[in-house]
């Protein structure tokens, strides 16, 4: 194999620690920027539902590029507004392994990223935000296994080897198993708390 095809492994340690430098400023700025919300809020007209959105998918993808910039990531932002909700997603130029480190070991990094957008757009609106942010395509890979997952525990419980108890997982994640089993006619509902909060699949009594 030539040096050409070698990976970099110092330029890679070094992507990390610029995103990891990005996210602590982007984090200060956000909660600097929190503590004047409610003053700017009052002054503010107030938009409809469709306006808000748009306004939180420019006000996130503002802050997104900047946090690229930072961490000196290229990527595209491409903002959607579906289902009472907005979806950033940041895709790469040219291959997705530069942004991995946005996306973090099981996604950890992309989570507290996109809290860290929602601080951002409740400042900048004075309203709270259920955007989702996706980073190299990660969430719909992530859905599609999510979706396999809760295929495998119906087909469990319907052979009466139920209730399944599945892995922890955020409340986007737990949702997209939710509806796979509504779907199927059986019944989930969420226990525990904070990280080990999971979905449990059970028969329809």
């Known amino acids: ?33 929190v503590e004047q919300t409610s003053e700017q809020a009052d002054a503010r007209p107030r938009a409809t539902a469709a306006e808000r959105l748009e306004e939180e998918g420019d ?3 503002d802050y997104v590029e900047e946090l690229l910039d930072i961490a000196d990531l290229d990527g595209d932002i491409d903002i ?6 907005t979806y950033v997603s940041v895709i790469a130029d040219e ?38 942010l996706d980073v190299a395509g990660y969430r719909t890979r992530r859905g599609a296994e999510l979706r ?8 469990e419980v319907k052979d009466g080897k139920g209730p399944v108890h599945l892995e922890p997982m955020g409340a986007y994640e737990r949702k997209i198993v939710h509806d796979v089993v509504a779907d ?7 226990e525990g708390e904070g990280p080990h909060r999971h979905v449990v699949i059970s028969a329809d009594d």
């Not at 990390?16 to 400023?25: F, I, P």
């Not at 480190?101 to 259920?130: C, F, I, P, W, Y």
């Not at 199927?184 to 969420?190: D, Q, Y």
């Open 148 to 155: 396999t997952i809760a295929d495998r525990a119906v087909a």
């Open 1 to 33: 194999m030539s040096e050409q095809n070698t990976p970099d492994v110092q330029n890679v340690e070094q992507q990390g620690e610029q995103a990891d430098v990005a996210v602590e400023q982007t984090s200060e700025q956000a909660d600097a920027a």
């Open 95 to 132: 291959g997705d392994e530069a942004l991995q480190d946005l996306v973090g070991r099981n996604g950890k990094t992309l989570e507290s990223l996109q809290e860290l957008v929602r601080l951002a757009v409740l400042a900048s609106t004075g309203h709270r935000s259920r955007l989702i």
């Open 80 to 85: 959607e507004v579906r289902d009472g909700r």
């Open 59 to 61: 006000v996130a993808a």
């Open 184 to 190: 199927a006619g059986l019944v989930s509902e969420s």
